[in-house]
């Protein structure tokens, strides 16, 4: 069974930073096959797609809304994918989702293309 457990949301001033985690586990899980993805979703609001490294970690992928802001990263050695958020304001308020596809490439997929999902982690953004 495959799981992935997110982990580093909270509640943090405008302007601030937070890391995301999301540690992989899983007996047949080859991490450093996956591409993995973190998605958010406000209420009322579609998911969306926040950022995305390839499963080579070679290639990343950023929305505009994030682009700048925020960094993905993906250590094949720990079977965990990072989401360094920065400068986060309100409009980042939302629970924050990882995602993996299986020999995935770093482009904004819609969520049918994942294979697993996180149970995701709050992120609250205060003014």
């Known amino acids: 069974q495959v799981q992935l457990v997110e982990s580093g949301g909270g509640l943090v001033q405008a302007g601030g930073s937070l890391r995301l985690s999301c540690a992989a586990s899983g007996r047949t899980f080859t991490f450093s096959r996956y591409a993995m993805a973190w998605f958010r979703q406000s209420p009322g609001q579609e998911r969306e797609t926040a950022a995305v490294i390839s499963w080579s970690g070679g290639n990343t992928y950023y929305a505009d809304f994030v682009k700048g802001r925020f960094t993905i990263s993906k250590d094949n050695a720990k079977n965990i994918v990072y989401l360094q958020m920065n400068s986060l304001t309100p409009e980042d308020t939302a629970v924050y989702y990882c995602?993996?596809?299986?020999?995935?490439?770093?482009?904004?997929?819609?969520?049918?293309?994942?294979?697993?999902w996180g149970q995701g982690t709050q992120v609250t953004v205060s003014s």
């Open positions: 995602a993996a596809n299986m020999y995935g490439g770093a482009r904004n997929g819609p969520p049918s293309a994942y294979d697993y």
